[in-house]
């Protein structure tokens, strides 16, 4: 897109904004209803077609943000007990730290503008996402891996005999309990179609203490092959992670439509990806700086915002549901002794 029309999204953005009071869903039915009613050029009305068709998306799952959160703390909650199954039933001590969160607005924004910007129809999957960070300090990548095999086999019942293992391994457990789960596992999950794009190689000297995957590791997720993003086989620039998004159909009586990326990561790939300016979020993401500018508003105008509990970057208490922080609404760690 032309600064132009990148300019009168970001005024459009800034009134969105001043305009809202609540939370993000009013900023962005308040974008969508200013964008509609604009002219822009016309090299970019393609684009900003497919911007707002993203956005109009994107506004129809935040209204189902109540219902979708507590579905994500069920999957989290249901997968600790996954992995104290694990660790008995295989004789392992995983030890992770797994993380419930929503996407931040900004983010959202930023991820649909880019994708509209190459006219890439895909609408944006990772609006909620389940983050398993192993702890353990050796063996990392084959105890996720395994892990994220016997989580999937269960919720989405791929391997019948895991999930029949696993629901006569919870019977030791509470009513209340074992209601919870298996109500959670009446859902019909499945796994969308998910493969890697990138097309810089990895270079192996550059990043000699990146941790490579053996053919076992690999081996255990071809059950899996285009529903996962193995970037255990790193990227480019040394970031590692597994992603999955679960999904429940479109046609589904229930929560129709949630989507949920899961992620899997080892300690070290974790802080490499958080703390290295190379494998940082926009650094794997592309490059998408110029479109994360578009939503980011400066002082003066974060001064005027209307939304309630946002009124800085500095920290997330400053942000409270979740406009330019991720919101993390639920956070455990599950491992031998934690039952």
């Known amino acids: 897109m032309q600064k132009k029309t990148l300019q009168q999204i970001h005024e459009a953005y800034v009134e969105a904004t001043k305009a809202s009071s609540i939370n993000a869903l009013e900023v962005e039915e308040n974008l969508s209803r200013i964008l509609d009613t604009n ?22 799952a935040r209204k189902m943000t109540f219902q979708s959160t507590n579905v994500c703390v069920e999957i989290l909650h249901t997968t600790m007990y996954i992995v104290a199954w694990v660790n008995k039933q295989f004789g392992m001590e995983i030890d992770t ?43 990392g990548i084959r105890l996720s891996t395994f892990l994220a095999t016997k989580i999937l086999n269960v919720l989405c019942s791929i391997k019948r005999s895991d999930r029949s293992d696993f629901l006569e391994y919870i019977k030791q457990f509470d009513d209340y309990t074992q209601e919870r789960i298996r109500k959670l596992l009446q859902l019909p999950f499945t796994l969308e179609n998910l493969s890697r794009h990138d097309t810089k190689p990895f270079v192996p000297e550059k990043y000699p203490d990146v941790e490579l995957p053996t053919e076992e590791d690999r081996s255990m997720v071809e059950a899996f092959k285009g529903c996962i993003k193995f970037y255990y086989d790193p990227k480019w620039n040394g970031y590692q992670s597994i992603h999955f998004i679960l999904s429940i159909d479109n046609t589904s009586e229930i929560m129709p439509g949630l989507q949920v990326e ?11 990806a958080e703390n290295d300016i190379n494998a940082s979020h926009d650094a794997h993401k592309g490059n998408v700086a110029n479109y994360a500018k578009v939503f980011t508003l400066s002082e003066e105008e974060l001064n005027n915002t209307g939304i309630r509990a946002f009124n800085s970057y500095k920290d997330v208490e400053n942000d409270l549901d979740g406009i330019h922080f991720p919101k993390v609404f639920y956070n455990r760690r599950m491992n031998n002794i934690s039952l």
Request: proline share 1%; charged share 30%.
């Open 97 to 139: 730290n797994i993380t419930a969160r929503r996407k931040s607005l900004e983010s959202e924004l930023t991820k649909a503008l880019d994708l509209a910007d190459h006219l890439v129809p895909t609408q944006v999957k990772d609006r909620f996402g389940i983050r398993f960070v192993l702890l353990n300090g050796e063996n």
């Open 262 to 272: 899961l992620q899997f990561r080892t300690w070290k790939m974790h802080q490499f």
């Open 39 to 60: 002219q822009y050029l016309a090299d970019d009305l393609q684009a900003m077609d497919y911007f707002i068709d993203k956005l109009e998306k994107s506004i129809r």
